[in-house]
């Protein structure tokens, strides 16, 4: 098993950036892919952003690429999301996730492990 848990959230202006990062507690986090979803209020969680075990391949929702960039640290057991160049719409809230031993998937119930979430709001 493993546990997740995401910092790196808050505030920020439209145009800003953050960096939100997920900390994995368990064994083997090496061989888990994983990636980023978001939810906000009254919409259903949706993916963000994944990557592989190795970090060779990366993938994007379209409305991410070029301004977010998903990246891993398996030496820290940690995976990071950097988000620039934010738009109000990306409020929500940000949640890690991890499945183990497969290719990057973009489905909420692809996924088998999850965090609690950390909120990001972007002001006007």
């Known amino acids: 098993q493993v546990q997740l848990v995401e910092s790196g959230g808050g505030l920020v202006q439209a145009g800003g950036s953050l960096r939100l990062s997920c900390a994995a507690s368990?064994?083997?986090?090496?061989?888990?892919?994983m990636g980023w979803f978001r939810q906000s209020p009254g919409k259903e969680r949706s993916f963000v952003a994944g990557?592989?075990?190795?970090?060779?391949?990366?993938f994007y929702t379209d409305s991410v690429k070029g301004r977010f960039a998903i990246s891993r640290d398996n030496a820290k057991n940690t995976v990071y999301l950097q988000m620039n160049s934010l738009k109000p719409e990306d409020t929500a809230v940000y949640y890690c996730?991890?499945?183990?031993?497969?290719?990057?998937?973009?489905?909420?119930?692809?996924?088998?492990?999850w965090g609690q979430g950390t909120q990001v709001t972007v002001s006007s």
């Open positions: 996730a991890a499945v183990l031993n497969v290719g990057v998937r973009q489905g909420v119930n692809d996924y088998d492990y």
């Open positions: 368990g064994r083997f986090f090496s061989s888990y892919t």
């Open positions: 990557i592989t075990w190795s970090g060779a391949n990366t």
